[in-house]
């Protein structure tokens, strides 16, 4: 019991605090969440992505693992929840929302503390570059299958992915990296552009907290489940199996990258249905009241599951 108060005071409490924020503004103001999408991302989550990686100390063969891990984690939860969406009768755009559930897990502001306070600071350190990665692939995969979900399929939903500032900078910050001329962190500029990045994460889930406020939830949840179910009880193996195959020759590295595999469902999924899927239905049900209500039920799930998952870990039971 005393772990997981721990965990809630110390990661999920803020995070739940936040987003009944932006729930309770929503609900004495008329607000429209559109401009704050834009904000998030064409500016905000640009400059937390090349903060992150300009300034984070990684080791080039950590780097290659876990970033191959990601894409083996991806590619087998994309698959998966393909599958498990046309078996339930799911069609788009709510096939798309569950697969954005499914394969992009809150890495960011949930993931990182948590693996702080599991694993010290390789977790912290493991977690960033989980999140780094995880942002290129949102802000590419990501924007496709969300552009896929308002009819934008193929080629536009390809060419969408280069109008993401995201993308650029990541070749931005690994290129400064190569060419060592990344500035020094108590610059001016780097401390603005930390200050800017880390802006990101509040308003992400301010921006949860008003949706969740406009959401017709109750249509939503019974249709939810599938999602839900893939993300906390199925990700989690898959987690497993990858870092298995992967083979982390450090076993704290490993034991974060399944823990962030086992995070719910991430915010920005929900920032790029509203921003490249606005107003898209199925049955009555916005594809943006059907990720919000995902991300939920996924965060309220999460408290027991993470806190039984980090004593497995530690414990050396999983990996």
């Known amino acids: ?22 729930y309770l503004l929503a609900t004495v103001k008329e607000i429209d969440p559109e401009p704050l999408n834009t904000a998030v991302v064409y500016v905000l989550a640009p400059a937390l992505v090349f903060h992150s990686l ?5 080791e080039a063969a950590t780097l290659v693992r876990v970033t191959v891990g990601i894409g083996v984690f991806t590619g087998a939860m994309w698959a998966v929840a393909e599958l ?22 809150n890495s960011g502001n949930l993931g990182v503390p948590v693996s702080d306070f599991a694993f010290g600071a390789v977790g912290r350190q493991t977690a960033v570059l989980f999140l780094s990665v995880q942002s290129v692939l949102m ?35 690994l290129g400064a990296r190569a060419l060592g001329l990344v500035p020094p ?24 907290g008003i949706q969740l406020a406009r959401a017709d939830t ?8 599938p999602a839900t179910a893939l993300k906390t009880v199925v990700a989690p193996l898959v987690g497993v199996g990858v870092a298995l195959l992967i083979g982390f020759e450090n076993p704290t590295v490993a034991r974060v990258f399944v823990l962030e595999t086992a995070m719910p469902a991430a915010v920005t999924p929900l ?35 993470l806190t039984a998952l980090i004593a497995l870990l530690q414990s050396g039971v999983v990996i």
């Open 185 to 208: 962190a108590d610059t001016a500029a780097m401390e603005t552009l930390g200050l800017v990045g880390d802006a990101s994460i509040p308003l992400m889930l301010l921006i949860l």
């Open 84 to 105: 498990t969406g046309r078996a339930v009768g799911e069609r788009e755009p709510a096939l798309s929302g569950l697969v954005l559930v499914a394969i992009f897990t």
């Open 139 to 173: 802000y590419t995969v990501g924007v496709y299958v969300a552009s896929r979900s308002s009819g934008s399929a193929g080629l536009e939903g390809v060419r969408r992915v280069f109008y993401i500032p995201l993308v650029y900078a990541v070749a931005a910050a």
């Open 1 to 22: 019991m005393a772990d997981l108060l721990a965990i809630f005071g110390s990661a999920i409490g803020p995070i739940v605090a936040i987003a009944a924020v932006g």
């Open 271 to 305: 920032v790029l249905v509203i921003e490249f899927a606005d107003g898209a239905r199925t049955e009555g049900v916005l594809v943006s009241e059907y990720v919000s209500t995902c991300v939920l039920l996924t965060t309220l799930l999460s408290v027991p599951i």
């Open 218 to 225: 109750a249509a939503a949840v019974s249709r939810a489940w």
């Open 54 to 58: 300009a300034t984070t100390e990684l």
